[in-house]
Structures are given as structure tokens and as C-alpha cells.
């Protein structure tokens, strides 16, 4: 009888081989791969956020892209003014952070509806949205950082040596930074899950009335949660200013705030491993297509997610695991009726 490893176990063989092909591709691909693949890690970073705030504690938040773009933009103004990535990095994880404390506090010690906090939450995505295309004019700036209305903000500083600007990141160094960083992003993440901290956001998610009767502030661990999930969409937005030096208020667009949910729910809930495969496989056919104009990419999309909604409702990796339970479930069936034959 085969035995599955340990959770120490496939985490490290998942370090093993995360680590062999991150160093491994840019050996081996072009840079335009590059460039792409190193966008496709800032979006499933953005995944992940959502992947753990909906998927795991139950809380389905419009506003993912909202931090994803918040954090964007404090690591440029922050890096613009200082000329030096470090605190720029850690101004792009903390603002973010701290409005979803002060956002999070209002509306779960409100005790709002699921389906109230999904609508304030988008509504505050299209607000960002509006004001910072509104920021055109010379008066609206961050020290030495102009915002730049729907302009965005462009020459943003890359990510640097600690105290060396002169030395920052390439193409290659931005592809290992940010492939790590989502990795780094899921071994964290799947660890606090295991955390007690993370079977309560689980048995909230089920059943939110029992854990309040078992004495937990279900209102705190959905704050917790939420800014977890919002200094998580902060850092990818940091990753994708950092890929092309750019920032604008398309992060706040309702077209690129719903991509997230879409990733996610054809990955699969519930699910960590899942939203990264969907933010790959769509990311993807999005880049792909968009080159070549072959297709109207937001209809491709929006079929592609009617298909699943409809054929696979559980997402890619449920629907395989639970494929694969059943195989394993109906060959332990035949095997002991083959035992008791032949007994």
C-alpha cells in the first residue's frame, strides 16, 4: 500500500522543483516568455489573495484588485521619492494593510451580509477607480511622484540592491524575484491554513454561528483574514509595477477587479494550488490571443467561464481530485471483492 508524504515532505519536494524550474527557464526560453511568465506570477499572487479570503474564509471580496493596485502605487511613489526599493517594498505591502484594517473594521464589526460586503467592496474598487483618473493635473502628486490620471506613472524605479539603486533588477532577476515571491506567497499561506488560526477561518466558513457559539469573534478572524488577503494583493501589485515599470488606474477597472474571481473559480475553490493554474492557463490564452487578435478576449473569457460554471462548477483541481478519489475508491472496492472470490 502506497503511502502519501508528509506535509513537511511535499513542501519541500515542491521547493525542489519550483526551485529546479525557476532556474531552469531562463535558460531555456526567450525573453518575451520571460517577460510573460513573470506576469503571470504577479496575477497568481493576486489569485492567491482571493484564493484565501473567499475560498477559506468564506468572505467574497470585490476588492482585490482594489489592494493589488493600492500597493502598486505606494511602491511607486515610494520609490520615486526615495530612489530605493526596500522601503518602497514594504510601503507597497503596509498601506494596503492598513486600509483594509480601517476598510475591514467598518464593515465586519457592522456585521454586514456576505453579499453587502462583495457590492461595498466593488464599490470601493470603482471609486479608486474614478478618483485616481482624476489626478491629471500637476497638484496631484506623492512628494516627488506625479499620479498621473489615467496617464498612470511611468519610470517607475525597479527593485534594487538594499541601499544600492545603481544595482537593481533585469528581466532575469525579475523573473527569479518574482516566481519565488509566489512561492514564497503559497508555502506561507498553505502554512497558516494548518495553523489554528486557519482551521477557524475554515469552521467559520462552514458554519459561522457555531464558532460564535463556541466562543470566537468571528468579526476578528474576518478582519484578520481580510488583511492577510490585502497586504498578499499588495505584494503582487508590487511585483507587477516592478514588471514594467508602470502603474495606472486600469488595476481599478470592473474588468480587471472580476479576472481574480475568475481565475479562482475555474481553478478551484477551496483551493490554493487551483487558482494559480487557472491565473496560468487564462493569463495566458489572454496574452496569446491578444497578440495575435485573433478573438475578442473578454468573450473568450466570459465562455470560457460560462463553460465551467455550468460543465465543471467545482473547478479544475476538485473536479481531478475528486476524479482520481473515485478511481481509488473503486479499485479498493474490486480488490476486496476479488479477495472474497477467491477466499
Do not use: C
Not at 519565488?180 to 498553505?190: D, G, I, K, P
Amino acid at each position: 500500500m502506497s503511502r502519501s508524504l508528509s506535509f513537511p515532505g511535499q513542501m519541500l519536494a515542491l521547493v525542489a522543483v519550483s526551485t529546479v524550474l525557476l532556474l531552469a527557464l531562463p535558460l531555456v526560453l526567450e525573453i518575451d516568455r520571460i517577460l510573460q511568465l513573470t506576469l503571470v506570477f504577479a496575477f497568481s499572487i493576486l489569485a492567491l489573495s482571493l484564493a484565501f479570503v473567499w475560498g477559506y474564509a468564506g468572505i467574497f471580496s470585490f476588492g482585490q484588485a482594489a489592494f493589488f493596485g493600492i500597493g502598486g502605487y505606494a511602491y511607486a511613489a515610494t520609490a520615486i521619492n526615495l530612489g530605493d526599493s526596500t522601503p518602497a517594498i514594504v510601503a507597497g505591502v503596509l498601506v494596503p494593510t492598513l486600509f483594509a484594517a480601517l476598510f475591514g473594521y467598518f464593515v465586519f464589526y457592522a456585521r454586514l451580509s456576505k453579499i453587502f460586503v462583495a457590492v461595498i467592496t466593488l464599490v470601493m474598487t470603482l471609486i479608486l477607480y474614478k478618483f485616481m483618473g482624476q489626478t491629471a493635473k500637476p497638484d496631484y502628486m506623492i512628494g516627488n511622484a506625479r499620479l498621473g490620471g489615467y496617464n498612470g506613472i511611468p519610470a517607475v524605479p525597479p527593485i534594487n540592491v538594499p541601499g544600492q539603486p545603481h544595482l537593481f533588477a533585469g528581466p532575469d532577476e525579475m523573473f527569479y524575484i518574482a516566481g519565488f515571491s509566489l512561492l514564497a506567497v503559497y508555502l506561507l499561506l498553505r502554512w497558516s491554513l494548518r495553523t489554528r488560526f486557519g482551521k477557524i477561518l475554515v469552521g467559520m466558513r462552514e458554519n459561522e454561528k457555531r464558532m460564535e457559539l463556541l466562543g470566537f469573534d468571528t468579526r476578528l478572524y474576518k478582519l484578520l483574514a481580510f488583511v492577510v488577503a490585502a497586504a498578499v494583493a499588495g505584494f503582487g501589485g508590487v511585483v507587477f509595477t516592478n514588471w514594467n515599470a508602470f502603474i495606472d488606474p486600469h488595476v481599478f477597472q470592473l474588468a480587471f477587479s472580476a479576472q481574480p474571481i475568475i481565475w479562482v473559480m475555474i481553478g478551484g475553490l477551496g483551493t490554493l494550488a487551483g487558482p494559480i493554474l487557472g491565473t496560468f492557463i487564462l493569463s495566458t490564452l489572454s496574452l496569446e490571443l491578444g497578440v495575435q487578435k485573433a478573438l475578442d478576449i473578454n468573450l473568450l473569457l466570459g465562455a470560457i467561464f460560462t463553460f465551467f460554471v455550468l460543465l465543471v462548477p467545482q473547478g479544475i483541481i476538485p473536479t481531478i481530485r475528486n476524479y482520481l478519489e473515485g478511481r481509488r475508491t473503486a479499485g479498493g472496492d474490486s480488490s476486496e471483492g476479488a479477495t472474497g472470490a477467491r477466499g
